[in-house]
């Protein structure tokens, strides 16, 4: 065989391993945005649109860090065979987007990569609470799949744990919604070694949030955007530094675009 054909095998087989599903990322958007309910309601499972839509989650607890004010839920998802683990963003997204600071913390000693002070402490502030829970689903539900999720906020947060559990061998589908850029170029190659994760990074038209922290500033987005505009969405391209034809070209933002993904609102009736 040829090394052009064999190149030409590998293209194909990379190609059909990252296929976006737009039903399952419409869920996963829903169940992100349940987590700015309250708890009781989420326990309960009767989280307005997102419970009629989806009624099929099970076994879930919400975990919380009162004095970070940082909060997420995991529970079981029939439909889906999975198990998810949501992140919540924050509970002032206008403050949180004003406030936005550049700071950099050291990831760890073998990546040599720096992600967001901001978004590693909002994580490590959950961290204590998931590493209790997490192993209890995973020995119940052994054969399920592993779906992490979270809008804004939550995304980044969602990226990180996303990262720890392929870190320790597992295989995640991740799924963001107008998550911030996490880390620095080097936390994005240390990340994308980790091909037993799935991410799709869905943005929204023109939302402000992907593009904070400033990519001039040393921040890069993980692989692959979706990029919902003009009634349509784009799968971009995976590319260090982000893909320069989707989102990344949108020289207005818009804050109220951050409030809606595919076709749902951020605010739910619960
Ligand atoms: C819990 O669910 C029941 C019905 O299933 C509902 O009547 C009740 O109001 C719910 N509680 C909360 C706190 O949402
Ligand atoms: C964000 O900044 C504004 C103006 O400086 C301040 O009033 C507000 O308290 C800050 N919010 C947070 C959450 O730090
Ligand atoms: C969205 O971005 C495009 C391209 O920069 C711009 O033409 C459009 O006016 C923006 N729309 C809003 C609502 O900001």
Known sequence: MTSSRILLLVLVATASAFTYNEAIAKENAALSFASYCPNAAIHNWSVGYVSKSYPDLTNIEVFENLVSGTKGYIAYNKKESAIVVVFRGSSNIQNWI???SFGKTEYNKACKCKVHTGFHDAFVSLKPKLDSLFPGYATKYPYAAIHVT?????GAMATLYALELAEAGRTVGLFTYGSPRVGDPDFYDWFTKYTKITHFRVVNQNDTVPHLPLYAMGFYHQDREIWYHDGTH?????????????????KSTSNADHSTYIGLSSSVDC
């Open 150 to 154: 979270g809008h804004s906020l939550g």
């Open 234 to 250: 784009t799968v971009c391209a995976a590319t260090r530094g982000e893909d320069k034809t989707c989102s990344y070209t949108v």
């Open 98 to 100: 004003e406030n936005i």
